[in-house]
Structure formats: structure tokens, C-alpha cells
């Protein structure tokens, strides 16, 4: 849903992943984020929109029981903490790009990169009519009538329910 609005307001996302977080070489995962920073803001001072997308942030930045503090987490949440309150710095291309996070629990960000005026929490939870445009468009039909049916017998489901029942079956629907 993220990269569709990014679509939809013509931003190119330029993406970290949480696999680009890790490292067997301390420090490795902060450089690859400083020069995607820089790789975003060079082409935003060249007029295209973009913005910077980390996937499933809370899965290596988390604090979760067993974690254990390793060097390049700890170097991440000090670098993101750094950019959202300089991000126009020139370590990090000079021009300020909007950073978006997925996660499914950002509860487990460290705090202080979670405080106001450093990150803005926004849950979305699609409606009913929301729902039966993602399953039409995860259905690529052209008529979004089946798909409102579909999400109508459901209606307490997630999309991701209708996103893993369409890739189970994808091919008995085709």
C-alpha cells in the first residue's frame, strides 16, 4: 500500500530492506544507509521525487529479548536518530528525503528514535472499500465487483489474509 501511494504521488522509492541492516562487518549496514541517503538526495536536488522506504524496520532495529546490541544496531539507531534531526546535512546529500518505515510492531523501535519531531506513527487500517481495491488490483481484475463481494464475506480480515489466499490458489484462478 506504501509503494502504491508512493506511485500514485509520483516518488520513486529507493529502498533498504531489512536484510541490508545487517552485517558480519561492524559497520557496513550505517554506510550503506548514509550513501542510499545521498543516492536519494542527489536525486531529489535533480528534481525527481523520492523518498527513502525501510521494510520491516522493527525486525533488525527492534528491541526485542534477545537482542544483543550488536555495533551495527547500534550505529543504525544512532545514524536514523542523526538524520531525522539534521536530514539536510551534507553527510547525507544535502537535501532532505522523507524516510517511510514498514514494520508490524514499531513499538519496538528504540524510544528516543520514536519521539515526537523524529517520527510521525501512522496505522493504517483500510476500509471495507479499500480492501476490495487492493484485492482487485492483487486479482488484476478489471471490474472490482468480485473482489467487493469477496472482501464483503470477510470483512474482519487483514489484506494480508487476501494477499496469501490469492498467492495459494493463483493458479486455480487463472
Partial sequence: QLEESLRQCNTEP?????????????GQPTVHLIETLARAAAARSEG???ALVIHDIDTTL???????GTVNHQQL???LMSYADQPSHARYGGHATPVFVT???????YAPLR??????V??????????????AALLDAPNGDIAARVVAQFPD????????????????LY
Fill in 115 to 120: 519521539r515526537s519531531q523524529r517520527m510521525s
Fill in 62 to 68: 527492534g528491541e526485542w529479548d534477545q537482542n544483543t
Fill in 14 to 26: 529507493v529502498h533498504i530492506f531489512a536484510g541490508d541492516m545487517e552485517s558480519f562487518d561492524a
Fill in 77 to 79: 539507531l544512532s545514524e
Fill in 103 to 109: 514494520a508490524n510492531d514499531l513499538g519496538k523501535l
Fill in 157 to 172: 480480515r487483514s489484506v494480508a489474509f487476501f494477499s496469501e489466499g490469492i498467492g495459494r490458489h493463483r493458479e486455480d
Fill in 48 to 50: 525527481v521525487p523520492t
Fill in 122 to 135: 501512522f496505522q493504517w487500517l483500510p476500509t471495507e472499500g479499500e480492501k476490495a481495491k487492493i484485492v
